[in-house]
């Protein structure tokens, strides 16, 4: 089993910072793979970004340049360093794991670990 709990999510301004953390606990053979997506209202999930064990990422090209996924492998710590936020990336963040690793976002949200949940909110 794994268990994920998010935390770093806020309101701030078009323009601004967030990092959003992730604390993994449980099973690491489950967590080869970890990655973000969020969701907005009345939208569908959205992979974000990925990262495997070997610090290789990849981003959904709307964050690309923008956000960094890493990962604490000492502290079993996922990041997500946003900047140059904009509305349109206002959503509920999720990190996820998986015990296999496609490196590819848009799978993100269909690992089978995920945790609750952190609320990002842009304004303009």
């Known amino acids: 089993q794994v268990q994920l709990v998010e935390s770093g999510g806020d309101s701030v301004q078009a323009g601004g910072s967030l990092r959003l953390s992730c604390a993994a606990s449980?099973?690491?053979?489950?967590?080869?793979?970890m990655g973000w997506f969020r969701q907005a209202p009345g939208k569908e999930r959205e992979g974000v970004a990925v990262?495997?064990?070997?610090?290789?990422?990849v981003y959904t090209e709307s964050v690309k340049g923008r956000f960094t996924i890493s990962l604490d492998n000492a502290r079993d710590i996922l990041y997500l360093q946003m900047n140059s936020l904009k509305p349109e990336d206002t959503a509920m963040y999720y990190c996820?794991?998986?015990?296999?690793?496609?490196?590819?976002?848009?799978?993100?949200?269909?690992?089978?670990?995920r945790g609750q949940g952190t609320q990002v909110t842009v304004s303009s």
């Open positions: 996820a794991a998986h015990h296999s690793c496609v490196l590819e976002p848009r799978y993100v949200p269909t690992f089978p670990y």
């Open positions: 449980g099973s690491s053979s489950s967590r080869t793979c």
């Open positions: 990262i495997d064990r070997h610090t290789r990422t």
